[in-house]
């Protein structure tokens, strides 16, 4: 990012207008003027004011365009070719042949450079896109070592939380970390949530049952990670799921409980 | 504003385009011929070498490289660099001292409906004789930074800023800020 007012200060945008500075400078002037309003703005007032002071200097006004048309078309006429020539000579055949031979082979190079630009096109685009998917393969892979980290953590307590009636298949696991008050809770095994439902977090206490809500996990998303981090500060002596409307409830549909599990004491 | 759609019509070799450009730059281009040439004949003369050079290689042109103007300015500043070398122009000019610019717009009594006259006048009045002599060489003729500052015998790093006060002050006259 260029700071707009000292470039402008800097007089490269009237010495652009003059055309005295180099070709390449000229290239890049250009460059920023066109992704600049306020540059262009500059380089059309310096424009301006050149113009009234080059046609004040101009002795008299220009004669009409009628004597440049004449000019231009005469010397295009120039280039017809006279048809009526009675004898052609074989040298002149021989020159048109080898004209058009000539237009071919150019033609014939010219198209096999657009083709070879329209492949550079090509993979150009196709480099981009890879090097975009190994970035972010790249931001996957360092978020993943990052859970990692946490999970390998010493003091992690790990509770699975098994399947229920309602889904025999279903499992989930809990990762603990008393000292953080953080949990980590891995959905992966749960079957997607029907529309209009979220799955709800709890942290339970037995003796006498009590569940507190931990978390509702409306951020579920069948390609992510499904993985969550929520707080935990409770003494949790077990953790379940269950199902429940849009929203979260406010106590656990026990009916509709897909996974438990008990924190080993 | 730069007519680009003018421009791209130019450029596929449309007349009546072409015709419309005339119209616009004509006097600017011939302006700084004739600050070069100091020859109102001459300068006539090669104003029109200028356009049909421009039409000749109009697909030369590119946006990307530069302005429309700067383009014309360059084919004109050279056309009328290299008469000033022909033996014709030598011989005539033998006795004329180096004019400027500002010789011009001071001898100068009537000006075209395209231009502030008041504005150049009063312009003229305040414009430092370094700003005179920057001006000239920089834009009019055309030298590169280290020329000018060579020419002038001021340091390389103060042509650039130099030059964008002179033209401030140009602009300030005219009001085009």
Same mark, same amino acid.
């Given at each position: ?13 009237e ?31 310096i424009?301006t004011a050149l113009q009234q002071l080059t046609s004040a200097a101009a002795p ?206 | 504003?730069?007519? &680009? *759609? ?7 070799? !449309?007349?009546?385009?072409? /015709? ?11 302006g700084?011929?004739h600050s070069?040439?100091? &020859? *109102? ?7 029109? !070498?200028?356009?049909?050079? /421009? ?44 004019a400027f610019f500002v010789d011009i717009l001071e001898d100068k009594n009537n000006f075209s409906?395209k231009v502030d006259a008041i504005g150049i006048k009063k312009y003229i009045e305040v414009l430092e004789p370094i700003c005179k002599k920057v001006i000239q060489l920089l834009f009019f ?11 002038l ?9 130099r030059n964008r006060i002179c033209i401030n002050k140009l602009r300030e006259v005219l009001g085009v800020t």
């Amino acid at each position: 990012m260029i700071d707009i007012k000292e470039y402008i200060d800097s007089g490269v945008l009237e010495l652009y207008v003059y055309g005295t500075l180099s070709e390449a400078e000229s290239a890049e002037v250009s460059r920023l003027v066109a992704l600049h309003p306020e540059l262009k703005a500059e380089v059309e007032q310096i424009e301006t004011a050149l113009q009234q002071l080059t046609s004040a200097a101009a002795p008299s006004t220009p004669s009409s365009f009628e004597s440049i048309r004449s000019k231009i078309q005469s010397k295009e006429e120039k280039y017809v070719i006279p048809l009526s020539r009675k004898r052609i000579p074989i040298a002149a055949y021989l020159g048109w042949a080898a004209a058009v031979l000539l237009l071919i082979v150019i033609g014939y190079q010219f198209s096999e450079g657009q083709k070879l630009e329209d492949k550079i096109t090509t993979l150009e685009r196709e480099q981009l896109l890879q090097q975009g998917k190994t970035d972010m393969a790249e931001e996957e892979l360092a978020k993943a070592n990052e859970l990692l980290d946490v999970l390998r953590t010493k003091d992690i307590i790990s509770v699975p939380l098994g399947a229920q009636e309602i889904a025999p298949e279903a499992y989930a696991s809990i990762y603990w970390n008393k000292d953080t008050e953080k949990a980590y809770v891995d959905v992966r095994g749960l079957p997607n949530p029907p529309e209009g439902k979220v799955y709800q977090l709890w942290s339970l206490t037995l003796d006498p049952l009590t569940p507190t809500s931990m978390a509702v996990l409306d951020q579920y998303d069948a390609n992510g990670t499904q993985l969550f981090e929520v707080d935990n500060p409770n003494a949790s002596q077990a953790f379940g799921i269950t199902l429940e409307p849009e929203g979260g409830s406010a106590s656990p549909t026990l009916e509709q409980l897909y996974v438990l599990g008990v924190v080993e004491p | 504003m730069q007519p &680009d *759609q003018l421009i791209a019509k130019f450029q596929q070799k !449309d007349e009546s385009a072409f /015709a419309e450009l005339y119209e616009r730059y004509s006097e600017n281009i011939l302006g700084v011929i004739h600050s070069i040439l100091h &020859d *109102q004949e001459l300068s006539e003369e090669v104003l029109q !070498d200028v356009f049909v050079k /421009a039409w000749n290689n109009a697909s030369s042109y590119n946006s990307k490289k530069g302005r429309f103007f700067t383009w014309l300015l360059n084919i004109a500043r050279n056309a009328a660099i290299d008469k000033t070398r022909s033996k014709a122009f030598k011989d005539s000019k033998q006795n004329q001292s180096a004019a400027f610019f500002v010789d011009i717009l001071e001898d100068k009594n009537n000006f075209s409906s395209k231009v502030d006259a008041i504005g150049i006048k009063k312009y003229i009045e305040v414009l430092e004789p370094i700003c005179k002599k920057v001006i000239q060489l920089l834009f009019f003729k055309g030298y590169t930074q280290k020329e000018t500052a060579e020419e002038l015998d001021i340091p390389l790093g103060t042509v650039k800023t130099r030059n964008r006060i002179c033209i401030n002050k140009l602009r300030e006259v005219l009001g085009v800020t």
